[in-house]
């Protein structure tokens, strides 16, 4: 994914149900705007580093937002909640004797997988994009509006992917990320700790 990945939904009671949505709604579509310049096509890169401006939550303890707007599950948990297949990467970064936590969003689907305490991050949802080239290529081209310096189109197992090299002047994420579509299935991952390189090696691992 990158498109620019979608926030996290609601539940709770009826109102938090609501509010939820209605703040996830804004976001998603401003964030995704601002990716195409037009409607959302994507749930794409960067999600943010830290804290969600606004939405009061630690990104990197919650990857898709606090109880009750995700759960903490198992792989094979979140498979069965998400309705997709939710393939694990097998790299010495990233592997499942790594994987820390996995996260479900049970209203629209996501998946999150955390490995080794977060040095690794995995996202991934039904993607929204009808063509993921296109989609990247719109990203690549407003990437300084998106907040990046350098984005470019590489490949994963003959996949288009996006890829965002990190600049800390620049990248208000500071995160290396790749994402790409795996059998209609937007996977972004994401990394403060390692490089474009690694990722690709893990996107390529993942079965």
Same mark, same amino acid.
């Given at each position: 994914m990158i498109g620019i990945r979608r926030l996290p939904r609601r539940a709770r009671e009826f109102l938090?149900?609501?509010?939820?949505g209605a703040i996830t709604a804004v976001v998603g579509l401003v964030?995704?705007?601002?990716?195409?310049?037009?409607?959302?096509?994507?749930?794409?890169?960067?999600?943010?580093?830290?804290?969600?401006?606004?939405?009061?939550?630690?990104?990197?303890? !919650?990857? +898709?937002?606090?109880?009750?707007?995700?759960?903490?599950?198992?792989?094979?948990?979140?498979?069965?909640?998400a309705?997709?297949?939710?393939?694990?990467?097998?790299t010495a970064a990233a592997s499942r004797a790594y994987l820390t936590q996995a996260w479900v969003n049970t209203h629209n689907g996501e998946v999150a997988l955390v490995f080794d305490k977060g040095k690794v991050d995995i996202t991934?949802?039904?993607?929204? !994009?009808?063509?993921? +080239?296109?989609?990247?290529?719109?990203?690549?081209a407003q990437k300084r509006k998106n907040g990046v310096t350098a984005a470019a189109i590489g490949q994963v197992n003959g996949?288009?992917?996006?890829?965002?090299t990190p600049n800390t002047a620049a990248n208000r994420s500071n995160k290396a990320v790749v994402e790409f579509d795996r059998n209609g299935i937007d996977i972004s991952i994401y990394s403060n700790t390692y490089g474009?390189?690694?990722l690709l090696a893990i996107a390529r691992s993942m079965q």
């Open positions: 938090v149900v609501v509010a939820a964030i995704v705007g601002t990716v195409t310049g037009s409607s959302p096509t994507s749930a794409g890169p960067a999600r943010p580093a830290g804290g969600v401006p606004g939405l009061g939550w630690d990104a990197n303890l !919650y990857p +898709l937002g606090p109880p009750p707007l995700a759960e903490k599950t198992t792989v094979a948990g979140a498979q069965a909640k309705g997709f297949p939710v393939p694990l990467p097998g991934m949802a039904r993607a929204q !994009y009808q063509n993921p +080239l296109s989609n990247f290529r719109a990203f690549v996949h288009p992917a996006l890829i965002i474009t390189d690694t």
